[in-house]
T-cell receptor, first 115, second 111 residues
Framework: DGGITQSPKYLFRKEGQNVTLSCEQN?????MYWYRQDPGQGLRLIYY???????QKGDIAEGYSVSREKKESFPLTVTSAQKNPTAFYLC??????????????FGEGSRLTVL | RKEVEQDPGPFNVPEGATVAFNCTYS??????FFWYRQDCRKEPKLLMS???SGNEDGRFTAQLNRASQYISLLIRDSKLSDSATYLC????????????FGPGTRLSVLP
């Protein structure tokens, strides 16, 4: 079955540590995204990528880094510079093409808690 | 003004009720419109895309008014399983990189 796999589902981190969240898709989608969701709030874009070896900052990129070495993979590193990293992180992908955008497909999310 | 705004909610309705959610967007160049459903502590899932002519899927009807920059979602004959947060999502460009999410409206359907 095609889809997006995120891991780990739950992660605990001590202050000052970097952590990397994995996101893999087998939908053959060109575009991949990372969003952050805080309780009672909408999703906010961290980074997105439309093509291998290229990515763009979203609205809240400070304290995060990404890479896109393969079409299928778009890992997110939450660095120690991120002031308030406790949140629900969602990876998504979509088709890129002519005309209006198609839907976003989401992974199940990774819940990060900083102790 | 936020790019996408939704009814603040929560909406608490009895089973069988009809409920309507509203969403407004500020970018007049927006091209694509969606309603997503998000269950508690889960990922959002597409409920329906919204087309210019309006569209219906079973008990769900979505409408778009480009002139007023307004989108609506109507749920008829509410079920307990409809309890969730409903997210309005707007995309401002082609090529899919500019999805903007509303804060969501929480619905609780009560027995």
């Amino acid at each position: 079955d095609g889809g997006i796999t995120q891991s780990p589902k739950y992660l605990f981190r001590k202050e000052g540590q970097n952590v990397t969240l994995s996101c893999e898709q087998n939908l053959n989608h060109d575009a991949m995204y990372w969003y952050r969701q805080d309780p009672g709030q909408g999703l906010r874009l961290i980074y997105y990528s439309q093509i291998v070896n290229d990515f763009q900052k979203g609205d809240i990129a400070e304290g995060y880094s990404v890479s896109r070495e393969k079409k299928e993979s778009f890992p997110l590193t939450v660095t120690s510079a991120q002031k308030n990293p406790t949140a629900f992180y969602l990876c998504a992908s979509s088709i890129i093409g002519q005309g209006p955008a198609g839907e976003l497909f989401f992974g199940e999310g990774s819940r990060l808690t900083v102790l | 003004r936020k790019e996408v705004e939704q009814d603040p909610g929560p909406f608490n309705v009895p089973e069988g009720a009809t409920v309507a959610f509203n969403c407004t967007y500020s970018n007049s160049a927006s091209q694509s419109f969606f309603w997503y459903r998000q269950d508690c502590r889960k990922e959002p899932k597409l409920l329906m895309s919204v087309y210019s002519s309006g569209n219906e899927d079973g008990r769900f009807t979505a409408q778009l008014n480009r002139a007023s920059q307004y989108i609506s979602l109507l749920i008829r004959d509410s079920k307990l399983s409809d309890s969730a947060t409903y997210l309005c999502v707007v995309n401002g460009r082609n090529y899919g990189q500019n999805f903007v999410f509303g804060p969501g409206t929480r619905l609780s359907v009560l027995p």
